[in-house]
């Protein structure tokens, strides 16, 4: 992680965690990002945000995704891949077996897990100016007026000759890849109690393949734009 982003992550654990809506008068602005494998939704959270940034908001906007489970794993006195293996795991297997499993002298129920993934998405989205790429945002954050929820789909050969690409993978591996990771998606988004893919829940569903990067990053501005999501919030102050 970029040494700004670790900053904000420290100073988010020092503060107080409450998540009552009363303290905020407007959450948000917040945008989420759901996508299926090989359609690059990182990749298009940080051109977001660079085109964004460039219009020099009174905050920047940050793009979290593995970083939620870092900082739930701080909360937790868990380390980050086993917080990522639980949400993994094949439907056989129960939370509370999977983490005796582990040995930990700290034994974290499975809802006390899911619980603080679910606060620590739900507190970035609140505290505005976040893009959160996957981790169930769109669910987590379905309620915040101020939000733009995206969608990323694309043909499956599409997504094959992408992964093969990012991931110097053979045609086959790439295959494998794509229906392991959808897999665990599915998985991740069921223990957050979306037991079917809502597509209501987005504002926007978006063919990747339609799209180049440039044309795809405007059409979401547009977006943004027209929802209003901005409204109230200045420039940044620049101080010489």
């Given at each position: ?29 917040v ?57 993994k ?16 002298r ?23 100016f976040?893009?959160i ?73 978006i ?33 010489y």
């Open positions: 992680m970029s040494n700004s982003l670790m900053i904000y992550l420290n100073k988010r654990l020092k503060e107080e965690k409450s998540l009552q809506k009363a303290q905020w008068t407007k959450p948000g602005p945008i989420t990002i759901s996508r299926e494998v090989g359609c690059e939704g990182l990749k298009i959270a940080h051109l977001i945000a660079k085109k964004l940034n460039s219009r020099k908001p009174a905050t920047d906007w940050k793009v979290l995704s593995k970083e939620i489970f870092y900082e739930s794993a701080k909360e937790l006195n868990l380390e980050p891949e086993r917080i990522q293996k639980i949400f795991q094949d439907d056989k297997y129960t939370f509370d077996e999977i983490l005796k499993a582990f040995n930990n700290q034994f974290k129920s499975e809802r006390r897990i899911i619980n603080t993934v679910a606060d620590v998405v739900r507190s970035f989205a609140f505290d505005g976040s893009i790429v996957g981790r169930g945002g769109h669910i987590v954050a379905s309620e915040i007026e101020n939000a733009l929820h995206i969608r990323l789909v694309a043909p499956l050969e599409y997504r094959i000759q992408t992964v093969i690409a990012n991931k110097q993978m053979s045609r086959e591996e790439a295959s494998s890849f794509i229906q392991k990771v959808e897999k665990e998606r599915i998985t991740f988004r069921t223990t957050l109690g979306e037991e079917k893919l809502k597509y209501e829940l987005f504002d926007l569903t063919n990747r393949a339609s799209f180049a990067n440039e044309e795809l990053i405007n059409l979401i501005e547009c977006a943004i734009d027209k929802k209003k999501m901005l409204s109230g919030f200045g420039p940044k102050m620049e101080y």
